[in-house]
């Protein structure tokens, strides 16, 4: 087996700026919040015990990665227990496999925590991530949540 060529990284203050420099194409900005406003999102929802992490290749910052982590049930609001918040890759690394190598990544480190699926949600639309997720393998749960369709991977099955 290869080694993989994306490593999860913590954010600190030495990478910080260079992380929330990532950015998508233009086409796509509305389907996926920035890195900073990302964090600003973590730090105001709490209860949505988030985790994030910078997708690195090599010494490079290419993306960025947040769940909502085994978040305890029945609190308003949040989708969980473990729910991809957001995934986002910079435009100028898309289409070389680093998305799905840090999708994968996450699934390993989510199943290890004993999780026995993973959701998510994303914004219906012309170039947005849909294709991306089913081909990974998420299936629609027929939920709607704030516009956005609701998506679930069997971790037992994946």
Do not use: K
Not at 47 to 76: C, H, I, K, Q, T
């Amino acid at each position: 087996m290869t080694s993989p060529r994306v490593r999860l990284v913590e954010i600190t203050d030495e990478n910080r700026d260079a992380v929330c420099a990532l950015r998508v194409d233009p086409a796509q900005e509305r389907f996926v919040a920035s890195v900073a406003r990302s964090l600003e999102e973590a730090a105001s929802t709490p209860e949505g015990e988030p985790w994030y992490r910078a997708v690195y290749s090599a010494d490079e910052p290419v993306g960025f990665v947040m769940l909502s982590w085994n978040v305890p049930p029945g609190r308003p609001g949040i989708i969980g227990p473990y729910f991809l918040w957001r995934l986002l890759i910079d435009r100028h690394h898309q289409g070389r496999g680093f998305g799905r190598e840090a999708l994968d990544q996450v699934v390993d480190l989510v199943r290890a925590d004993g999780a026995t699926e993973l959701l998510t949600s994303h914004q219906p639309g012309e170039g947005g991530p849909g294709p991306f997720y089913r081909r990974f393998g998420f299936q629609p749960t027929g939920e709607i949540d704030n516009g956005e369709t609701v998506l679930r991977l069997d971790l037992s099955r994946h």
